[in-house]
């Protein structure tokens, strides 16, 4: 089989040596290209079961809809297995390794903070991770290599990067409270244990944000968070983002998936990083 996704938004799956039969499945991935660099052109990731396809325009998962996204398709239907929608588009390829993490680039996103790389479990789609990069055009595919990933930075000054693994910290036991209204900032305790140094807090999805950290005590964090709507949006542009009209999403936000990390610069994930590339990894 092989398969690549159309500008019009579609991926299209054929066999290999029967090409002039026609696709076997369809699917959408984005609406059709409009105008810009946002148009669904990245490489699918094939990892042994499922086949990584990313959108790099706007596209609706379960009503909301999105600037960027990732799915999980069936080999042989098509149907997508989870969906994921992102801030940003994806136009570069992303990349998964030997324990399931997906690395994205994003190329474009409606806001500063929300540029860079996110990283998903590939069994469920969930955003476990990411690189905030602002302003930096992310589009070459990222390369997992040994326990180190090297990404394209495009700022000011281009450049390669290679980021290390952090290990996860303590167990969160409690979060209170536990709900975030949308477009509103709370402080919020999480209890546990063996909490030291400079923690990193960082909470799973893209609408939840973690503004800043404070280590109360061993047994204490007080973390400030803010829900906004970033990943909800209808990317009419992404250079302004007073231009860019949201869509509201049901409120309030749980706070879920939380996770303690010891900071170790530049990179936090919560899940190590396998020692072999199931992607094909493209030198930038």
């Known amino acids: 089989m092989v398969g690549a996704c159309n500008k019009n938004g579609i991926f299209y799956a054929f066999v290999a040596n029967q090409l002039s039969a026609g696709p076997v499945w369809q699917t959408q991935l984005t609406r059709p290209y409009i105008t810009g660099d ?5 490489a699918a990731v094939w990892n042994g079961t499922s086949l990584i396809a990313s959108g790099g325009d706007q596209t609706t998962i379960n009503g909301n809809t999105y600037a960027g996204s990732v799915r999980a398709l069936n080999p042989t239907t098509g149907v997508p297995l989870w969906q994921t929608g992102l801030p940003g588009i994806v136009v570069g390829t992303p990349t998964e390794d030997g324990s399931g993490v ?32 602002p302003n930096s055009y992310s589009f070459g595919q990222p390369i997992f290599t040994g326990n180190r990933l090297v990404v394209e ?3 000011s000054t281009p450049a390669l990067v290679a980021y290390g693994v952090t290990t ?6 409690s979060v209170s409270p536990n709900t975030v209204p949308l477009g509103k900032s709370r402080s919020v305790t999480l209890t546990g244990s063996g909490f030291s140094g400079t923690p990193q807090v960082f909470v799973s999805g893209t609408v939840v944000t973690v503004n800043s950290t404070k280590l109360n005590s061993p047994t204490s964090i007080t973390i400030q968070v803010a829900a906004t709507l970033a ?7 992404f250079r302004s983002s007073s231009q860019v009209p949201r869509i509201p999403l049901p409120t309030p936000v749980t706070v879920a998936s939380l996770s303690v990390h010891r900071p170790f610069h530049p990179l936090s994930l919560q ?5 072999w590339c199931r992607g094909r990894a493209v030198p930038v």
Do not use: H
């Not at 946002?38 to 990245?42: G, K, L």
């Not at 474009?108 to 790389?117: I, K, M, N, T, V």
């Open 38 to 42: 946002r148009e669904c052109i990245a």
């Open 102 to 133: 997906i690395a994205v680039p994003l190329y474009l996103a409606d806001q500063a903070a929300d540029w860079g790389y996110y990283f998903l479990d590939a069994a469920t789609g969930s955003v476990i991770g990411r690189i905030s990069l």
């Open 153 to 155: 930075v495009n700022g």
């Open 168 to 173: 996860p910290g303590p167990k969160i036991t």
């Open 231 to 237: 990943g909800a949006l209808d990317t009419m542009t």
């Open 271 to 275: 899940s190590a990083l396998g020692p």
